[in-house]
């Protein structure tokens, strides 16, 4: 049972690094993964935590830019 927990653990995370712009989050699953956390929430917290860092690469910092820091 074990071996096919790491064959599933393994192919996910394969399928969650490739297309990532960020190469640390898949860091981040594999340490939810080997917490035991469910796969599927733990996509979950990557794909928002992946959605929020592409968010705020857009802002811009409040000292700079015209609109004051906004999006």
Request: with cysteine; net charge negative.
């Amino acid at each position: 049972m074990d071996e096919i927990r790491k064959l599933i653990v393994r192919s996910s995370h394969a399928q969650l690094s490739v297309g990532r712009s960020v190469p640390e989050l898949a860091e981040v699953y594999s340490r939810l993964m080997a917490a035991d956390v469910e796969t599927a929430l733990s996509q979950d917290i990557v794909n928002r935590l992946e959605a929020s860092m592409a968010t705020d690469a857009f802002c811009e910092p409040a000292t700079n830019g015209p609109n004051g820091g906004k999006c």
